[in-house]
């Protein structure tokens, strides 16, 4: 336990001066871009000595996992906050609301309606990104590109609390210019926030204007399952 204390610590901190360094480099505020730790497949037991080393925002991408999971965790550590960064089923936009600070993946009217009704019920207003599928790949999730202003003005009539985009990039592709694409769209349309950024790849988000990046693996170690 000890041994593995310390090297969530080191992790964190190797990840938090990596952050820095690349935010220096950028000439942008480290404080302006969010770490979420993404625990999804790993257990209490992984997750705490991250909390003990000081992370308190953390990510996963299903919500019956979430369900499981983290009522214990969130019991002992009242000041942790999750976001979801997987599919959402509209059936489970009540559960969603009700368990995420900040929801990744919006991507589409249905869901939109069904999340601005479930704010409605619960009282509780999550901010929320659009997923777009940046790179167009046919089972990815997220909008279209040419969707997006339709979804936009759904969203801010719907009362969500929209407050940029996210995407995930093609795999085994330089990611750089789907970064720069995703920040042209948010600026574009007005859209403050950029959920971009993974373990193989944060640092090239950060020189393109990511907000918020989304770390599993670097902080975790390798996932057996995703
Ligand atoms: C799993 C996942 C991540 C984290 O990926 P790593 O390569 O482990 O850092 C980030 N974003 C989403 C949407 C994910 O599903």
Known sequence: MQEMNHDAAARLSAIGAQIAHVARIAKRDPADIELVAISKT??????????????????????????????????????????????????KAEAAVALFDVIHSVDRLSLIAALGQAQDKLGK??????????????????????DLPVLIGAAQ?????????????????????????????????D???LSMGMSGDFETAIMLGATCIRVGARLFGQRTAF
Request: charged share 20%.
């Open 191 to 193: 859209l403050s926030e």
């Open 42 to 91: 790993k257990t209490a037991e992984d997750i705490i000595p991250l909390i003990a080393a000081g992370q308190k925002v953390f990510g996963e991408n299903r919500v019956q996992e979430v369900q499981e999971k983290w009522p214990a965790l969130l019991a002992a550590y009242p000041d942790v906050r999750l976001h979801l960064v997987g599919q959402l089923q509209s059936n």
């Open 157 to 189: 009539g719907a009362g969500l609390d929209l407050v940029g985009l996210m995407a995930v990039p093609p795999l085994d592709t330089e990611a750089a210019p789907y970064f720069a694409l995703l920040a042209k769209l948010a600026r574009d349309n």
């Open 125 to 146: 207003r999550p901010r929320c990104f659009l997923q777009v599928n940046i790179g167009e790949e046919a089972q990815k999730g997220g909008c279209a590109i040419g």
